[in-house]
Structures are given as C-alpha cells and as structure tokens.
C-alpha cells in the first residue's frame, strides 16, 4: 500500500507506531480454562477475581464439567451468579446442571429475573435432548423484511448472539420458515424479500426432544454450521451449533468405546480413580459370572482333561482366537451404528456380511491352526478336532459380534454396554465346548 | 404484516400465489448421495447425466469414497472432467485420491489448464495433512481496506466461496496477518481500517504439513469455523473448515476402536467383505501366534493340570477377568490420547491412576472368587491360590492396557493398533502362569 499521507475519505490511514494502551488480550478462553485448570483450587478464584467478567465467563464456560463444579463452590454466591449471567445460555445451562441441586437452586435465585426464567426454562429439558444443547440466543428475522432492512437489522443484534452466521425467519405466529446466511443476505439483491429467498428451500430442523446425537448426525450429514429446534407447533426455541456437535461426536466415540468394555461412559484419564473403580466394578463382576459359565463348561469335561491334558492347552487358542474374530465385527458394528441410521434390512446384510467374514477366515485359520498342531503333536485327529472347533466358533464369534450390538439396540440398550464381555462369554464357553466335546466324540 | 399494497419502496411486497416455474430443487445433495449410492450402477449413471453439472458435483462430493470411485469410472471422461471442474479444490482433491492412478492422471488432462494446475498441487500434499485435507478457496482481503471496502469486496467474492464467515488478512508479502468474521465485519464503524481490527488479535494457524488428526483438535480445542494454512513463510494456503473436522473426528474414532482389534481401519458395514477378511486376517495370524505364547504356557503346566484338573476350569476366569480389566484401562487411555495431548508426566500419573484401579478392583474381585471357590470346591487352598492368581493379573492387565497405547505412541506407531491382541497375550499368559506356577509351588 502507499505510504502516502493524503488519502480519500473512507480509505485506511497508514497505521502510525503508537503506544498500544489497550489491555493486553487475555488468552483465548480455551486456553485460559486449561491454565485455570492446572492452578490449585486457592489460585483459581484469585485468578477468575482479577479477570473481567465476562473473561471469566467464556474460560469458566470451557472448563471440564468437574473443575468447574470444583470452582464454583468455592465462588461467593454473588460472584457467581453474576458470571452465570454472562455466560451463552446454554453454557450457564451445562454449568447449572454441573452442580449440586443446592447450589443450583441457590445459585438461580441470586440470577437477574429474566435470566432466572430463561435458564429455569432450559434446564427443563433433558440434557441429552437438542432442548437440552441448544443455544437460545439466535437472530430471529421477519420473513418480510427485505435484504436491507434484515442486513441493517442484524448489525443491530448480532453483537451478543454466538450464532451470527444464520438468522431464522419466522412468520406472524413465530414460526420458523426459512433459515438464512450471511452469505445469502450478502449475494442478494439489496431490496429482495427475504421470503423470496427461502421459497423453494428445503427446511431442516429438529424438535427439542430428539436425541442429541440424532442432531449430531443430521449436522455431520448435511456439513450445517447450525440446526434450528423448535417445538411441537414449529415454533424457533433456538439452534444447536457446530461446535456443540463436536463435543457430542467426542463424547459419544469415547461412551463406546468404554461402554463396549464396561468402563464408566463419562471416565477420563483425569476422573478421580475411586469413582472409576465404581463405575467399573458391577461390570467386573458381570464378567466374573459370565467366565463362571466358561468355567463351568469345562467343569463339565474335566475327566476328558484329566485324561488328555494337552486339551487344556488348546483351549485357550481356540477362546482367544473366536473373541478377537468377533471383537473386529463388534468394532465395525458399533461404529456403524454410532454415524448411521441402520434399517433392519441393512443390519441384517451387515450380519451376514460378517458371517462370511466369519467363515473365510475361520477356515483359513484353522488349516493354519491344523498344520501347526499336526506338526507339534504329530497327532492328526487332535488336529483335525482343534481345527474343527476353531473354525466353528470363529464363525460363531463373527455373528455374535455382528449381532450383539444389533439386539442391545433392539432391547433399547446402548448397542455397545458391556458387549465385549458378552461376545468372551459366547466365544469362550462355546469354544471350550467344542474343542472338549468335539474331542470326546471323536478322540476319547 | 400487512396486506396493504401501497408499500414503501424497499419494503416487501406482499407475495402472490404465483405458479413457481423454477425447477424444484433438488433435495439437499448428502441426501441426493444416499439416493444414488442406493441405485444400480446404470441408473447412477443415468442420474448424473440428468444433472445439472453443479447439483451433479456437489451430489457426488458428498458419496463415499468407494461409490465414488465406482462411478467416476462410468462416467464419460468429458463429463467426469467437467463435473470435477465445478466441485470445491477440496473435494475434487478427494475424489482424485480415491481414483486409479490412470484413471486421475487422463481426467487431470481433460481439465482446464487452471483448474488443473490447483489441483496438481493440491494433490502433492500429503491426505492426512492440514494440506491435505485444506479448502484453497478463501475470502483474501488486504489488510489496509476499510470495513466498508472490505464489504464490498466480499460481496463480489463471496459466492464461489465455500467458506464466506471468515475472511483473513494478508500484507503486501501475502503474509497472514490476521482473520476477520463477517460477524466482527458487521458490527465494525463503517470507516474503520481493517488491520485496527485485528491489533491485538491471537492469531491461530497451522502449517501445511500438520498432522489432520492435530487441525481436529484445535479446531474443537477453540471452537473455530475454520482454520487457516499456511506454508513455512507465513503465507495463506487455504483453510480446513469445521464440517471437514466432523469428517475427520468421526474417522479417528473409527479408526481407534477398529485398529485397537485389529479390524481395516477405513472398514464399514458396506466394505466388500473379502477386503475386510485382506485387511483382518493378518491380525488374526497374529493373534494365533500371540496365544501360541499362552498355549506354551499352559503346556509348561501340562502335569500339574493332569494331576488336577480343576484348574484348567480355573484357568478361563483368571484370564478373562484380567483382560477386561485391562480393557478398561486400554479404552480410557485410547480415548484420551485422541481427544488431548497427553505429555511425559500426565501419562505416568495415568498408568499410576489405572494401577490403583487394578489394585483395588483386583483385591475386591479376588476376595469375591475365594468366596465362590471356597463354596463350590471346598479347598481353602485352591481357592486362596486362585485368588492370588487373579488379583495379582488383574494388576499386571490394569498395568498393561495403561501403557501399551503409550509405548505404540512411543514406538511412532498409532496407539490403538492391535493393542487388545497384545493386551490379551499377557494376560491370558501371565494369568496362566500364575494360576499353573502357584498351584505347583503351594498345593502340589
């Protein structure tokens, strides 16, 4: 650019050096929650006094769920209801829901009366609803406005809105219509209706009571940056955003993944470990039963143990090799189920598509499992037992694991709860089962 | 509103119920994908040449990759170049990578000379790069334009943009220097100089060489819309948008949990099955060779089990118990190693966390089996050795499902990669081992 002094009106001055006596920004409030988060708990209020309060909002809001509890008790109640009434409203929502009833209560009663309302409002919905994640604050346009006066209208309000990048067009009674961009008011011709814009759109949304991960699907599947919720007369409640979207896309990978093992949902490498060993402990316990059914099984042929105990030897190849067989259909089952909807046809193909999968590799295995054992033993009956019960219960395995996941959901269970210690219990007792059955018929 | 006609102007006029003669619009194209990934081949075909060429892109952008794939090759090579012509750089980017190498280097050539030169570079950087998986078609506004120019210029750019909330700042040098939102555009002084905007402005960015994974987590770390990429000189290259993170996260999660089993880590329930058995069967393989080791184990033990085989009853719930334990800890470590950075010190406190949780869990475990055992068989012995057996490798499967993603991660390798098939080989042997060695020691 020039460095020329005479410019015309409405151009940029060259910048002078100047003394910048601004307030030096604070970190962004991601990375000041994690600052936050490393203090002790004496240095955190003192450092969330000294910060504006609206600073201290946006960090306290991107605290994890259990400092911020931690932090909040030890605010003045004062304090605390004042940054609460900076906070987005959804974010002050998952903070209240955070906390003890008591303090909540107290809390709330301390709020603004408005903001008192509002957030009473939002904490009616169920948190793993999109009334429950959604934002309340959305600009709402008359769908008879033109371009101009919507442009001009939302400079006006955009300012304390988190989601400026749509603005909802709503009809006399409020209900939703259309969704518009910037980007659209932008393109548009400056005196355009803004229902001429929105005629032949296709409109998506959702009611407050749909599962939030249903919300997360349908914003991965069509890449929105923000879905509107309304309730049952259509009416705009306020959107779910993106940003949202991700932190429950997080959430739900990390439940199945610990869900499938029996692991808290909620556990992270930073709970508390007694919690953990709460949370874990009932499923532990399950599996000690459901191996007691292994065990029981081969209870059932120890005098073929006692006999042949090269038999004990087996076992353990055969159990291992069905449970890894069906853990890799359990993996692709749950991730399926978990970024798709899945109609009965298709669960069925997918079932079938692992029994197959099943059935190749069970084979192939088992002729490997078969040459070694021959070679090992010398015994070629042993073998061929071995590898007949091998090779079953790998099929087996494959359809369990294609399965389980398919009937939890079908009970109304998470598809993943606990179902890597039902798929061991199948595969181990079935296991055991064949190998020492299969050896009493045949061998003994 | 009002139904009078006599309207300002600039206001809208009240609409008439006119006949809409513009095509009806095609239904969102990620629905349009389903539609036609749901159709026979020739009918696909068929589909898209019915198309307009713009809806046809942005449909077939939106396809998996394989059907993608699949039907690229159909296409004439002509309407396959224009079709890639009118997609984003991006998606045309992934769309080549999923081609034959013969089939990508004849359609580069049909393209137009610029189109194709973009492309070609964009194809030099690695997919699982910010590079790779970056948007190059961004709003560049220079620095020294006032807000209104700044306007004025979007409004012109706006619309071939995929990402129009952001625009960033460049220098004369095309150095990045800062990004503006159309929000902060908006609500700006009319007058006011764009790089005033931007003064104190913490300026976030990656280079183009950054790991995909890494882009993710700032992204959802921030809650940013998009992410700028730049080179080693600080120069605008694109930007990674947060519809692209959704992708990438739900990937990662795929990935995790089918690699920690050893399933294909870009599986799903459509994959033909005989590339899931290709990509499955060399962990099987390995999985044989791994309880080859627990076999050996128990063979070692091969007397002491034909002197009383009660303990090969045993020997299933020793080894099931610690391998869920185990489990557990290997998930929490899997997710979090996804979701954050995790240095030196945090992971030892985690390996130490997961310990205690062993320990405890192990004690109470054991306590109840020495109750059962002692019912069922009658020998305090016995049941005194299993339970020292399965607390202590219930122990050793806490340790092991702790560390083993940290040394994969230490090893450069990725930390869920057949973590439960090593997980399962040293609890399945050491349980073994210590079922089999303390009996031999104490009661034999």
Redesign the interface.
């Known amino acids: ?1 020039s460095e020329d002094k005479e410019l015309l009106p ?6 002078e050096a100047e003394p ?1 006596d ?1 307030q ?2 604070l ?2 409030p ?1 990375d000041a929650a994690e600052h936050i988060e490393g203090l002790d708990i004496e240095d955190q209020v003192t450092f969330i006094k000294q910060l504006p309060l609206e600073d201290a909002a946006e960090s306290i809001a991107e605290m994890d769920a259990r400092d911020q509890a931690l932090l909040m008790r030890r605010l003045s109640l004062g304090l605390g209801a004042r940054i609460i009434e900076q906070m987005f409203p959804d974010d002050a929502t998952d903070l209240l829901n955070n906390l003890d009833e008591d303090l909540r209560r107290t809390l709330l009663s301390k709020l603004k009366a408005e903001d008192r309302a509002e957030l009473k409002t939002l904490l009616t919905f169920d948190p793993d609803t999109a009334g429950g994640v959604m934002n309340t604050e959305v600009v709402v346009l ?1 769908q ?3 371009v ?2 919507a ?1 001009a209208k ?2 006006g309000e ?2 304390d809105k988190e989601i ?2 749509y603005a909802y067009l709503v009809n ?1 009674d409020k209900v939703l219509v259309g969704v518009i ?3 659209d008011l ?2 548009a011709r ?2 355009t ?4 814009l929105i ?4 409109l ?1 949304f959702v009611t407050y009571n749909e599962d939030k991960e249903e919300v997360a699907r349908l ?5 929105f ?1 923000a879905l509107p919720v309304v309730d049952f007369g259509r009416r705009l409640l306020g959107v779910v955003t ?2 949202d ?3 429950i ?2 959430e ?3 439940e ?3 869900a ?4 808290g949902l909620d ?3 930073d709970s508390p ?2 919690y ?2 709460r949370k ?2 009932p ?3 399950l ?2 039963a ?3 059914v ?2 029981w099984v ?2 059932l042929f ?2 073929n ?2 006999q042949m ?9 055969v ?3 069905a ?3 069906g ?2 259909a ?7 189920l ?2 798709e909807r ?1 109609d009965r046809k ?1 669960s069925w ?2 079932v079938l ?1 692992e029994a ?2 099943g059935l ?2 069970g084979v ?2 088992a002729t ?2 078969f040459l ?1 054992v021959m070679a090992v033993s010398g015994i070629p009956i042993l073998a061929m037992v071995m590898a007949l019960a091998l090779g079953l219960d790998m099929l087996l395995g494959a359809l369990a694991g294609a399965s389980i996941p398919l009937v939890l959901r079908a009970l109304g269970r998470d598809p993943a709860q606990a179902s ?2 039902f798929l ?1 219990t199948i595969t ?1 007792s079935m296991g ?1 089962f064949l190998l020492l059955g299969l050896a009493q018929l045949i061998l003994l």
Not at 260 to 263: E, S, W
Not at 309 to 317: K, Q
Not at 330 to 336: C, D, E, G, K
């Open positions: 650019m409405g151009t940029c001055e060259p910048l910048n601004e030096p920004e970190a962004h991601a008359d008879d406005l033109t101009d006066q442009i939302m400079r955009v300012e400026p990048y006399e961009s910037l980007r932008l393109v400056r005196g209706c803004l229902k001429e005629k032949s759109q296709n998506i914003i991965s599947h069509y890449n940056l993106v940003d979207v991700i932190d896309i997080h739900e990978a990390s199945d993944m610990q499938m093992v029996g692991a556990e992270t490498a470990w007694l953990s060993v874990r402990l499923w532990l316990v599996n000690v459901n191996s007691a292994s065990a081969v209870h120890e005098g143990i006692a105990a090269i038999l004990a030897v087996l076992m353990p190849i159990a291992n090799q449970g890894n067989t853990q890799q359990l993996a692709i089952m749950i991730r399926q978990a970024t899945f298709r193909m997918a598509r197959k999968i190749l590799s192939l295995i490997l499992v070694v890597s210690i061991t181990d055991f």
